[in-house]
């Protein structure tokens, strides 16, 4: 397989301070999934995050870079009410659909939130 423009996916970090060796669930690639050079966490830490939320694996570096890449060259889509959002009073209630479409948990303890 090469690394052509993968679908968009999601990556898992690795426990910090353990560097595994993985395959990419893309490409099938060999390489080094955790911190780098004595840090915590994992490399891809950094990188931002990837949605929708796609069940699977770790990306290589290469495919990781070529999903962002497509990531951030597709148009921003607006929110839709009742899909993204609804409105509690004046409060806007971010849905679960939302959430995953972002890609990550905010840690600010969300009612909808699919990470916890």
């Known amino acids: 397989m090469g690394h052509g423009r993968p679908e968009v996916g999601t990556t898992l970090a690795s426990t910090a301070g353990q560097i595994k060796q993985k395959n990419?669930?893309?490409c099938g690639v060999a390489f080094d999934c955790g911190a780098e050079s004595g840090g915590s966490g994992c490399w891809c830490d950094d990188q931002?995050?990837?949605f929708p939320v796609v069940e699977g694996d770790c990306l290589c570096p290469v495919c990781l870079g070529d999903a962002i890449a497509q990531q951030h060259s597709q148009p921003?889509?607006?929110l839709v009410e009742g899909e993204d959002?609804?409105?509690e009073g004046k409060v806007i209630v971010f849905a679960?659909?939302?959430h995953l479409r972002r890609g990550f948990c905010?840690?600010?303890g969300c009612r909808h939130c699919p990470y916890r």
């Open 24 to 26: 990419c669930s893309k």
């Open 48 to 50: 931002p995050r990837l």
């Open 76 to 78: 921003q889509r607006l």
């Open 85 to 87: 959002y609804y409105a």
């Open 96 to 98: 679960a659909r939302y």
């Open 106 to 108: 905010c840690g600010r």
